[in-house]
Structures are given as C-alpha cells and as structure tokens.
C-alpha cells in the first residue's frame, strides 16, 4: 500500500481520525456482500487486492464515521445505499454500502469504477 496515499488512514491516523465525542468500536463490524463478485468481474483483477484492503481497512471499524473518502449520501442512490466509500487511482473506484449499528454489519451493495462523470457498476453505467 506504500505509495498509494493511503497507508496512514488504514493505520488509524489520516482522515479517519476520530474526532472528539465519537465512539470508537473496540470490535470489527461484519462485511458482507452478496453480489458484488458480479461486479468486481468487470474490474481488472490487478485491482482486486487493493478494493479488497481498502474495504476491510474502511469497513471493519467505525464505518459510518465520516472522512474525506467516505462519505454519508445526502440522498438514497438508485442502489439503496447510504453511504459511498472513494479510493483508488485518482480516487476512480467506489464502494456503495449501508450499515446495521445494532447488529454491526455492513451491507456492501456494490463496487464500481468512476470515469469521468460516468459510473460503471458490473459493466453498467449507473446515473452518478
């Protein structure tokens, strides 16, 4: 991950610090993702690996605690989900996700590339 940008942020530090009077989950929250195996298809398998780590890095704590790359949706995405995690080459792929804090799990709903203006999810293009 050296290089990328973003080893710091998946070590605690970055832009996932926790700002003062958030909690801090002291376990991981569950991933899970049905459907994206479809998706990740469609992405060059070179990429694989660093969606995989940036998505357990991201996801596994805190995932609903905004930072520069992940963000709350200010409006539900054709997908349904809520919030939207940025990271990548010039920040060209995205993980749309929603969370359950009760039971700590974390729905991965898709995961898709950026182009431009244009979103591609499993080879779609998506409305951005």
Do not use: C
Not at 100 to 111: D, G, K, S, T
């Amino acid at each position: 991950m050296a290089g990328d940008g973003h080893a710091a942020d998946l070590e605690g530090g970055g832009d996932d610090a926790v700002a003062e009077g958030q909690v801090v989950a002291d376990r991981p929250s569950r991933l899970t993702g049905f459907e994206v195996r479809g998706h990740l298809s469609k992405i060059d398998r070179k990429y694989h690996s660093l969606i995989q780590r940036h998505i357990e890095g991201y996801l596994a704590y805190n995932p609903e605690i905004e930072s520069r790359n992940r963000k709350s949706l200010s409006r539900p995405s054709v997908l349904g989900s809520a919030w939207e995690l940025r990271f990548g080459p010039r920040n060209s792929f995205r993980v749309f996700y929603r969370t359950n804090p009760e039971e700590r799990e974390v729905y991965i709903l898709a995961i898709g590339v950026k182009k431009g203006n244009r979103l591609f999810i499993g080879g779609k293009e998506f409305e951005v």
